[in-house]
């Protein structure tokens, strides 16, 4: 089940005023980026894909959180019984689907952490948890931002990024440009889309 697109953007503007900060917007510019390569696909869901990018990182809600932004966003979500939403909110940090791979603290406890390895094994990814994947990846705070430039960030904030995850990254960009048919760049208007 998923909420509707109002149900889905009140939850995060309220989450919002629980742990204000920039993440809010960068969820918005990867729901904005999700609903336009969606449209320009056959067999993806344009809203479903915007409600899946605009709450991928709801686990911000409950504070500034590494790792346990992943197990808070999936435990939240599943709770409310937005199920696909809560699937992404664990798979959109592990485009390769391990937890090794993950680019931040672990401040998970040890039980979420078995939790997200366990849900991890029992999930086969497909073109919802692939594009959001991608859209964290494309998505800045206000704009959309090169692919290679937003893991270069990454990297020098965390100090480190995993190859196979970058390659990953990588693919899945050309996965979507091979399934729209179009330059990924260019269908989101790169250098003229921005959040005031």
């Not at 990018?53 to 500034?64: A, E, N, T, V």
Request: aromatic content about 10%.
């Amino acid at each position: 089940m998923l909420p509707t697109r109002e149900q889905a953007e009140k939850l995060l503007a309220d989450a919002e005023k629980c742990n204000p900060g920039a993440w809010g917007n960068h969820s918005r510019v990867a729901a904005y980026c999700a609903e336009k390569i969606a449209l320009s696909c056959t067999g993806i869901d344009a809203d479903r894909a915007y409600i899946s990018g605009l709450l991928h990182d709801i686990g911000r809600k409950f504070g500034i959180r590494h790792l346990g932004h992943v197990s808070d966003g999936y435990t939240y979500m599943n709770s409310l019984g937005y199920e696909e939403v809560g699937r992404i909110c664990l798979t959109h940090s592990f485009n390769n689907g391990r937890i090794e791979e993950y680019v931040g603290e672990n401040d998970a406890t040890e039980e979420k952490y078995q939790m997200i390895v366990s849900a991890l094994e029992g999930i086969e990814f497909d073109d919802y948890d692939r594009l959001i994947q991608l859209c964290d990846a494309l998505a800045g705070v206000s704009c959309v931002l090169d692919v290679e430039e937003r893991m270069r960030d990454v990297k020098n904030r965390y100090g480190f990024y995993p190859l196979e995850k970058w390659r990953k990254n990588i693919g899945l960009l050309d996965y979507f440009r091979k399934k729209t048919g179009q330059d990924i760049y260019k269908l989101l208007d790169k250098d003229g889309f921005r959040i005031p």
